[in-house]
């Protein structure tokens, strides 16, 4: 059958929130369609539900046993090797969507399936790109939230979002939310880079689209806990950052820990009376190591997969690292011994001058991933490409 809607939903162990999401979201379509659903004399949506499911317990169970007795389509896709957290899961399930609009919402039902018809209503009016349904615009509330300290977060967040993109956020007040309806074709889905769980901020900040906003009411969790966590606040200043300045904002962080630890390290060892110079190769070779698990965690996290091996990483990381700290070192020497003797003012200055070196090194060798260093000759394909059956 011909779909007009497809309502993505991810889930992670939601297993006793299925049947209960399914069941109010037929009602809300066969009930509301005047309503909402669909104006006067026009009929009612062709809807499926995609549920995207990572989960580890019983829930792609429970989702086959509502698919079987429900009054709309029910289809699942599950992953198992996850990629991309919940944004990675959303991305999936708009690649496999079948309905000209696409509604992304969360299994726990705080998320209320009613709003569902409005937002497309909405959509269907104003020609929007993408409709925000919105905990901080005209009546919408955010009480479902678990307490004042995550209503303060929320607010925070999206606050810190909007500073970072006053212009592709200009007419969202909430680019925090998990609920919003999309229209096929307005999302360069090859374009996004999915991690953690605000996918929604990744879509409206990597392209210009028309948004427009519905108010709605946040709601209480029907079964379960919240999977908000600290880690996951981490992962959101991670996303934030990458989206605004790349990747070369966390390495610049992390080079600049790497290079106070270096510094710190280089003073320790003179008062304990080791000469300068060892003591800057045995500050160095610690730097270089630790700097190297950062940038794998929280730099280049997304380019492992595909790149050398960790320990073929490591030592290209070491031995380009290793050199430029040999070479930095007998400058240090020779500018220490004939012009400035203050090793520390010294130290700091190159590893500034380092610093572009560095990075560009990482991204384009430790990191490139493996046959793309050439294109094919035989095809002309350009590095990474596809041929096409």
Same mark, same amino acid.
């Given at each position: 059958?011909?779909?007009?809607?497809? $309502? $993505?939903?991810?889930t992670?162990?939601?297993g006793?929130?299925?049947a209960? /999401?399914?069941r109010?979201l037929?009602?809300?379509?066969?009930?509301?369609?005047?309503? %909402?659903?669909?104006?006067?004399?026009?009929a009612?949506? !062709?809807?499926e539900? /995609?549920?995207?499911?990572?989960?580890?317990?019983? *829930?792609?169970?429970?989702?086959e046993?509502?698919? &079987? &007795?429900?009054?709309?389509? $029910?289809r699942?896709?599950?992953?198992?090797a996850?990629?991309?957290?919940?944004s990675?899961?959303?991305?999936?399930? /708009?690649?496999?969507?079948?309905g000209?609009?696409?509604?992304?919402?969360?299994?726990?039902?705080?998320?209320?399936?009613?709003?569902?018809? +409005?937002?497309? !209503?909405?959509?269907?009016? =104003?020609?929007?790109?993408?409709?925000?349904?919105?905990?901080?615009?005209? @009546?919408?509330?955010?009480?479902?939230?678990?307490?004042?300290?995550r209503?303060?977060?929320? @607010?925070?967040?999206?606050?810190?979002a909007? #500073?970072?993109?006053?212009? @592709?956020?200009?007419?969202v #007040?909430d680019?925090? =939310?998990?609920?919003?309806?999309?229209?096929?074709?307005?999302?360069?889905?090859?374009?996004?880079?999915p991690?953690?769980?605000?996918?929604?901020?990744?879509?409206?900040?990597?392209q210009?689209l028309?948004v427009?906003?519905?108010p709605?009411v946040?709601?209480e969790?029907?079964?379960g806990?919240? @999977?908000? =966590?600290?880690a996951?606040?981490?992962?959101?200043?991670?996303?934030?950052?990458?989206?605004?300045?790349?990747?070369?904002s966390?390495?610049?962080?992390i080079?600049?820990?790497?290079?106070?630890?270096? /510094?710190?390290?280089?003073?320790?060892?003179? !008062?304990?009376?080791?000469?300068?110079?060892?003591? +800057?190769?045995?500050?160095?070779?610690?730097?270089?190591?630790i700097?190297?698990?950062?940038?794998?965690?929280?730099?280049?996290?997304?380019l492992?997969? %595909?790149?050398h091996?960790?320990?073929?990483?490591?030592?290209?990381?070491?031995?380009?690292?290793? *050199?430029?700290?040999?070479v930095? =070192?007998?400058?240090?020497?020779?500018?220490?011994?004939?012009?400035?003797?203050h090793p520390?003012l010294?130290?700091?200055?190159?590893i500034?001058?380092?610093?572009?070196?560095?990075?560009?090194?990482?991204?384009?060798?430790?990191?490139?991933?493996?046959? #793309?260093a050439?294109?094919?000759?035989?095809?002309?394909?350009?590095? %990474?490409?596809?041929?096409?059956?």
């Amino acid at each position: 059958m011909t779909v007009d809607v497809t $309502v $993505v939903v991810p889930t992670f162990n939601e297993g006793p929130n299925v049947a209960e /999401l399914v069941r109010r979201l037929a009602a809300a379509f066969h009930d509301g369609a005047d309503a %909402g659903g669909a104006g006067a004399g026009e009929a009612i949506p !062709a809807v499926e539900v /995609l549920f995207v499911d990572d989960s580890t317990d019983d *829930t792609p169970a429970e989702i086959e046993r509502v698919a &079987a &007795a429900s009054a709309l389509p $029910v289809r699942m896709i599950h992953r198992e090797a996850p990629d991309g957290g919940l944004s990675g899961a959303v991305v999936a399930g /708009l690649r496999a969507a079948a309905g000209e609009r696409v509604v992304v919402m969360d299994g726990d039902l705080q998320h209320p399936p009613e709003m569902v018809p +409005v937002l497309l !209503a909405t959509a269907r009016e =104003t020609g929007a790109d993408v409709v925000v349904a919105s905990r901080y615009t005209g @009546k919408g509330d955010a009480g479902g939230l678990d307490g004042r300290w995550r209503r303060w977060v929320s @607010k925070a967040s999206g606050l810190l979002a909007r #500073s970072m993109f006053p212009v @592709k956020l200009r007419d969202v #007040s909430d680019p925090m =939310t998990g609920f919003f309806v999309v229209r096929q074709g307005a999302v360069d889905l090859a374009g996004l880079r999915p991690r953690g769980f605000k996918i929604l901020l990744e879509i409206l900040a990597r392209q210009r689209l028309v948004v427009v906003e519905e108010p709605f009411v946040f709601g209480e969790r029907f079964a379960g806990r919240s @999977k908000a =966590t600290v880690a996951n606040g981490l992962r959101y200043v991670q996303q934030l950052t990458l989206l605004r300045f790349g990747r070369l904002s966390p390495f610049a962080i992390i080079g600049a820990l790497g290079a106070v630890l270096n /510094l710190a390290i280089l003073a320790g060892l003179q !008062a304990l009376g080791v000469h300068y110079l060892p003591a +800057v190769i045995w500050a160095n070779v610690v730097t270089i190591v630790i700097n190297f698990l950062l940038q794998e965690r929280f730099v280049f996290a997304d380019l492992r997969e %595909g790149a050398h091996g960790f320990w073929g990483r490591f030592v290209r990381s070491f031995a380009f690292n290793g *050199t430029e700290a040999a070479v930095r =070192t007998l400058l240090l020497w020779w500018i220490v011994e004939r012009a400035v003797p203050h090793p520390e003012l010294v130290q700091a200055a190159l590893i500034l001058v380092a610093f572009v070196v560095r990075f560009v090194f990482q991204a384009q060798v430790v990191y490139r991933p493996r046959g #793309s260093a050439r294109a094919d000759a035989r095809t002309g394909q350009r590095p %990474g490409e596809r041929a096409q059956p």
